[in-house]
Nanobody, 118 residues
Framework: QVQVVESGGGLVEAGGSLRLSCAAS????????MSWYRQAPGKQRELVAN???????TYGDSVKGRFTIARDNGKNTAYLQMNSLKPEDTGVYYC????????????WGQGTQVTVSS
Protein backbone atom coordinates (compact mmCIF):
# COMPACT_ATOMS: atom_id res chain seq x y z
CA GLN A 1 0.00 0.00 0.00
CA VAL A 2 1.14 3.53 -0.79
CA GLN A 3 -0.02 6.69 0.95
CA VAL A 4 0.38 10.24 -0.35
CA VAL A 5 -0.25 13.01 2.16
CA GLU A 6 -0.24 16.73 1.45
CA SER A 7 0.19 19.44 4.07
CA GLY A 8 0.81 23.17 4.34
CA GLY A 9 -2.36 24.63 2.90
CA GLY A 10 -4.25 27.48 4.50
CA LEU A 11 -5.55 31.02 4.19
CA VAL A 12 -3.19 33.77 3.05
CA GLU A 13 -3.55 37.32 1.78
CA ALA A 14 -2.75 38.20 -1.80
CA GLY A 15 0.98 38.71 -2.22
CA GLY A 16 1.79 36.25 0.52
CA SER A 17 3.54 32.87 0.45
CA LEU A 18 2.82 29.28 1.37
CA ARG A 19 4.88 26.10 1.22
CA LEU A 20 3.16 22.82 0.53
CA SER A 21 4.63 19.40 1.29
CA CYS A 22 3.79 16.00 -0.19
CA ALA A 23 5.03 12.87 1.56
CA ALA A 24 4.76 9.42 0.02
CA SER A 25 5.07 6.33 2.19
CA UNK A 26 4.51 2.59 2.07
CA UNK A 27 5.72 0.03 -0.45
CA UNK A 28 7.93 2.32 -2.49
CA UNK A 29 11.06 1.35 -4.36
CA UNK A 30 11.39 4.17 -6.86
CA UNK A 31 9.40 7.31 -7.55
CA UNK A 32 9.44 8.75 -11.03
CA UNK A 33 7.57 12.03 -11.36
CA MET A 34 6.10 14.05 -8.51
CA SER A 35 3.52 16.65 -9.44
CA TRP A 36 1.21 19.26 -7.99
CA TYR A 37 -2.22 19.82 -9.50
CA ARG A 38 -4.95 22.17 -8.38
CA GLN A 39 -8.68 22.39 -8.83
CA ALA A 40 -10.72 25.54 -8.33
CA PRO A 41 -14.49 25.39 -7.80
CA GLY A 42 -16.26 24.74 -11.08
CA LYS A 43 -13.01 24.22 -12.98
CA GLN A 44 -11.05 21.25 -14.20
CA ARG A 45 -7.99 20.00 -12.38
CA GLU A 46 -4.86 21.56 -13.87
CA LEU A 47 -1.14 20.89 -13.66
CA VAL A 48 0.73 23.35 -11.48
CA ALA A 49 4.22 21.86 -11.49
CA ASN A 50 6.03 18.60 -12.15
CA UNK A 51 9.49 17.36 -11.17
CA UNK A 52 11.21 14.26 -12.50
CA UNK A 53 13.50 12.00 -10.51
CA UNK A 54 16.46 13.79 -12.11
CA UNK A 55 14.86 17.09 -10.97
CA UNK A 56 13.81 18.43 -14.33
CA UNK A 57 10.89 20.79 -13.73
CA THR A 58 7.81 21.89 -15.65
CA TYR A 59 5.36 24.62 -14.63
CA GLY A 60 1.92 25.74 -15.66
CA ASP A 61 1.98 29.08 -17.45
CA SER A 62 0.01 30.85 -14.72
CA VAL A 63 2.55 30.05 -11.99
CA LYS A 64 5.88 30.41 -13.81
CA GLY A 65 8.21 32.72 -11.93
CA ARG A 66 6.14 32.56 -8.74
CA PHE A 67 6.09 28.87 -7.75
CA THR A 68 9.01 26.50 -7.27
CA ILE A 69 8.82 22.73 -7.01
CA ALA A 70 11.52 20.66 -5.33
CA ARG A 71 11.93 17.12 -4.04
CA ASP A 72 13.94 15.10 -1.56
CA ASN A 73 14.35 11.59 -2.94
CA GLY A 74 15.69 10.29 0.36
CA LYS A 75 12.46 11.32 2.09
CA ASN A 76 10.07 10.57 -0.82
CA THR A 77 8.83 14.11 -0.40
CA ALA A 78 8.02 16.96 -2.76
CA TYR A 79 7.58 20.60 -1.95
CA LEU A 80 5.84 23.51 -3.63
CA GLN A 81 6.98 26.99 -2.64
CA MET A 82 4.31 29.49 -3.66
CA ASN A 83 5.17 33.18 -3.66
CA SER A 84 3.29 36.29 -4.79
CA LEU A 85 0.01 34.45 -4.36
CA LYS A 86 -3.07 35.71 -6.16
CA PRO A 87 -6.78 35.11 -5.47
CA GLU A 88 -6.92 33.01 -8.64
CA ASP A 89 -4.46 30.58 -7.04
CA THR A 90 -7.26 29.52 -4.69
CA GLY A 91 -8.20 25.86 -4.90
CA VAL A 92 -7.52 22.37 -3.64
CA TYR A 93 -3.95 21.35 -4.34
CA TYR A 94 -3.30 17.68 -5.01
CA CYS A 95 -0.03 15.79 -5.09
CA UNK A 96 0.47 13.06 -7.68
CA UNK A 97 3.26 10.51 -7.33
CA UNK A 98 4.20 8.14 -10.14
CA UNK A 99 5.85 4.99 -8.85
CA UNK A 100 8.53 3.17 -10.81
CA UNK A 101 6.49 0.02 -11.16
CA UNK A 102 5.88 -1.86 -14.41
CA UNK A 103 3.90 -0.16 -15.77
CA UNK A 104 4.37 3.12 -13.85
CA UNK A 105 1.34 3.84 -11.67
CA UNK A 106 0.13 7.19 -10.27
CA UNK A 107 -1.04 7.68 -6.70
CA TRP A 108 -2.93 10.77 -5.54
CA GLY A 109 -3.24 12.47 -2.20
CA GLN A 110 -6.48 13.75 -0.68
CA GLY A 111 -5.60 17.38 -1.34
CA THR A 112 -4.98 20.47 0.75
CA GLN A 113 -7.00 23.69 0.53
CA VAL A 114 -5.28 26.94 -0.42
CA THR A 115 -7.30 30.13 -0.13
CA VAL A 116 -5.90 33.50 -1.18
CA SER A 117 -7.89 36.53 -0.07
CA SER A 118 -7.86 39.79 -1.99
Amino acid sequence: QVQVVESGGGLVEAGGSLRLSCAASGSIFTIFDMSWYRQAPGKQRELVANITRSEETTYGDSVKGRFTIARDNGKNTAYLQMNSLKPEDTGVYYCRVVLGTTPPYPHWGQGTQVTVSS
